[in-house]
């Protein structure tokens, strides 16, 4: 199964997953899986319908790093008042209830949005210092 990480330190990476989905996705997270859909994102066109975001649910409790990233995906844009995401994150295909490889047209989609939100953090860290 195709999905991409998303990780605290900014790197982005395609993966594939075989045998035991759930597992894999828990071990890359570091804990139990969080389903996340954020609607800005989604009107805004950055997350695709039948696309989704995981994380570890208990990230904040484990007090896990930023994720400039995933926060900026989350929420739509770069702001001081935006919602903030911990830990790495993956971005998953949805079938109903269940997961699914993403296709590669989702994954050009998601490296290319991505990549722009990467700069857009590096742009934005650049000019605070």
């Known amino acids: 199964m195709k999905i991409i990480v998303i990780k605290t330190d900014s790197n982005i990476e395609v993966k594939n997953l075989e045998g035991n989905i759930i597992k894999e996705m828990k071990d890359i997270l570091g804990g139990y899986l969080e389903a996340v859909r954020p609607r800005e ?20 409790c484990k007090n896990k790093n930023f994720n400039l990233i995933a926060s900026i995906l989350y929420n739509g844009n770069l ?14 295909g949805e079938d109903g209830e269940d997961f699914r490889s993403l296709c590669d047209g989702e994954v050009n989609h998601y490296l ?8 857009a953090s590096l742009n934005f860290m650049e000019s605070a210092r």
């Open 41 to 60: 994102a989604y009107k805004q066109n950055l997350m695709l319908p039948r696309t989704l975001f995981c994380c570890d649910e208990e990230g904040l």
């Open 79 to 92: 702001s001081p008042l935006m919602q903030l995401i911990v830990g790495d994150i993956l971005i998953v």
């Open 112 to 119: 290319n949005v991505l990549a722009a939100m990467k700069q």
